[in-house]
């Protein structure tokens, strides 16, 4: 399973590569049309190098006069460069993203961090090997409070879930939650969209339907027991009866409460039934669950 951090980290070195060339190719077309710069940045280098090996040799004198020397090819440099509104950093390496500075974050209104707009292309690699490869259109900025007529509601909904998903305030204690709801009030596009916030606040996330959970294959149920937030959706207590769903569900729950990670299990039934239905082992965890709806 790729995580958005793993994902940014392995294009730094493209990214670092990108700028080099930049860089050169910049240097290239300047040295161009003014040989004379190309000449005095090579003269600075070489006297920087005599003027240590003066300091080394303790002869400040000679050590006085390149320092002379540099300075005055410096106010040279500057004036070609003025004289010609040539960029004064065009031998400089710089960021190819001018918001992020190439570290792939930025910082939201709230000092919160997110991931940048210029990993896009990131985070729909991330989407999509962390169980959101089909919902391309579930985004939080078309999630509707108003749907059926319940904008309190669904919005307070909404803040449970995101308090939950960031561990702040009375959430922080609890790492398993359920949200219970009837069905077709929107309760997976509110599940997916959690997931993917999770992901562009450089958390680690993962979505899957219940009935999925004991399918997934073993290396990323390993990584299931130990990532930042997991979102289990259609979850029902009959599901954990059949095959080996109740089994793996125990396992990676019992993990990742230990751990103090964030789960929230999504249900069309109410708290109460699914603690009287579930498998044993799972039941007594959601006993201690927190609940959303």
Same mark, same amino acid.
């Given at each position: 399973?790729?995580?958005?951090?793993?994902?940014?980290?392995?294009?730094? $070195?493209?990214?670092?590569?990108?700028? @080099?060339?930049? @860089?050169?190719?910049?240097?290239?077309?300047?040295?161009?049309?003014?040989?004379?710069?190309?000449?005095?940045?090579?003269?600075?280098?070489?006297?920087?190098?005599?003027?240590?090996?003066?300091?080394?040799?303790?002869?400040?004198?000679?050590?006085?006069?390149?320092?002379?020397?540099?300075?005055?090819?410096?106010?040279?440099?500057?004036?070609?460069?003025?004289?010609?509104?040539?960029d004064p950093e065009f031998d400089m390496e710089k960021s190819i993203c001018a918001k992020?500075?190439?570290?792939?974050?930025? @910082?939201?209104?709230?000092?919160?961090?997110?991931?940048?707009?210029?990993?896009?292309?990131?985070?729909?690699?991330?989407?999509?090997?962390?169980?959101?490869?089909?919902?391309?259109? &579930?985004?939080?900025?078309?999630?509707?409070?108003?749907?059926?007529?319940?904008?309190?509601?669904?919005?307070?909904?909404?803040?449970?879930?995101? @308090? $939950?998903?960031?561990?702040?305030?009375?959430?922080?204690?609890?790492?398993?939650?359920?949200?219970?709801?009837?069905?077709?009030?929107?309760?997976?596009?509110?599940?997916?969209?959690?997931?993917?916030? $999770?992901?562009?606040?450089?958390?680690?996330? &993962?979505?899957?339907?219940?009935?999925?959970?004991?399918?997934?294959?073993?290396?990323?149920?390993?990584?299931?027991?130990?990532?930042? &937030?997991?979102?289990?959706?259609? &979850?029902?207590?009959?599901?954990?009866?059949?095959?080996?769903?109740?089994?793996?569900?125990?396992?990676?729950?019992?993990?990742?409460?230990?751990?103090?990670?964030?789960?929230?299990?999504?249900?069309?039934?109410?708290?109460?039934?699914?603690?009287?239905?579930?498998?044993?082992?799972?039941?007594?965890?959601?006993?201690?669950?927190?609940?959303?709806?």
């Amino acid at each position: 399973m790729k995580t958005i951090k793993g994902l940014i980290a392995a294009g730094l $070195a493209e990214t670092e590569a990108a700028r @080099r060339i930049i @860089r050169e190719d910049a240097m290239k077309r300047v040295y161009k049309d003014y040989p004379e710069l190309k000449d005095i940045d090579g003269r600075i280098i070489d006297i920087r190098k005599d003027r240590l090996i003066a300091v080394i040799d303790h002869d400040e004198r000679l050590a006085k006069r390149y320092d002379v020397e540099e300075e005055n090819l410096i106010a040279r440099r500057d004036m070609i460069i003025k004289e010609n509104h040539i960029d004064p950093e065009f031998d400089m390496e710089k960021s190819i993203c001018a918001k992020c500075g190439d570290t792939g974050f930025v @910082r939201g209104k709230d000092g919160t961090p997110r991931v940048c707009s210029c990993k896009r292309a990131e985070l729909e690699e991330c989407y999509e090997s962390c169980g959101l490869g089909d919902y391309t259109s &579930f985004t939080m900025k078309n999630y509707r409070d108003d749907y059926l007529g319940e904008p309190e509601k669904r919005s307070e909904i909404k803040k449970q879930m995101l @308090r $939950a998903m960031l561990g702040v305030g009375d959430t922080a204690s609890k790492p398993l939650w359920v949200y219970s709801g009837a069905p077709q009030t929107g309760k997976t596009y509110l599940a997916v969209i959690m997931a993917k916030t $999770a992901i562009s606040l450089g958390k680690s996330a &993962f979505y899957t339907k219940c009935e999925n959970l004991a399918m997934l294959e073993s290396d990323t149920i390993e990584d299931v027991k130990r990532i930042d &937030f997991l979102v289990i959706d259609d &979850f029902a207590d009959d599901v954990t009866l059949h095959g080996d769903t109740g089994s793996v569900l125990n396992a990676v729950l019992e993990i990742r409460a230990a751990s103090g990670l964030c789960t929230i299990l999504v249900s069309a039934l109410p708290l109460a039934d699914l603690i009287s239905g579930c498998d044993m082992r799972v039941s007594g965890k959601l006993g201690r669950a927190g609940k959303i709806s």
